[in-house]
């Protein structure tokens, strides 16, 4: 599985036969995603402090995208990878949604659901 963070909104907005498309796939070609062992990363360099955000854990068996797994913007030093999603998600291959709040010290973190697997 893999994961990709958005807002409660962006996902509500989304009809039950629809696919997801973040705004980043119409600007650089596709959309981020993470592993659980690196989401933490992108989330607080860019969501610290937000409480109004899911995880979405797409299966990519069932992504008609390819998902292809890169450097991130700027490269982490320790060389870690993300995979990345050329295409919409839809909304059929997202197995589970996840909260995803900041906590009191506004970090993000991986939330229980998905840590104890």
Known sequence: ??????????????????????PSLEEIGFIH?????TVSLPANALYHGRTDLLLLEIDPVKLDARVVWEEGAPPHPDGILFPH???????????????????????????????VR
């Open 85 to 115: 999603v050329y295409g919409p998600i839809p909304r059929n291959a997202v197995a589970s949604v996840h909260d995803f709040p900041a906590g009191t010290d506004g970090s993000l973190k991986l939330p229980e659901s998905l840590s």
């Open 1 to 22: 599985m893999i994961l990709h963070i958005c807002s409660r909104d962006e996902w509500a907005a989304i009809p039950d036969d629809g696919e997801y498309r973040a």
């Open 33 to 37: 995603c993470s592993d659980p062992g």
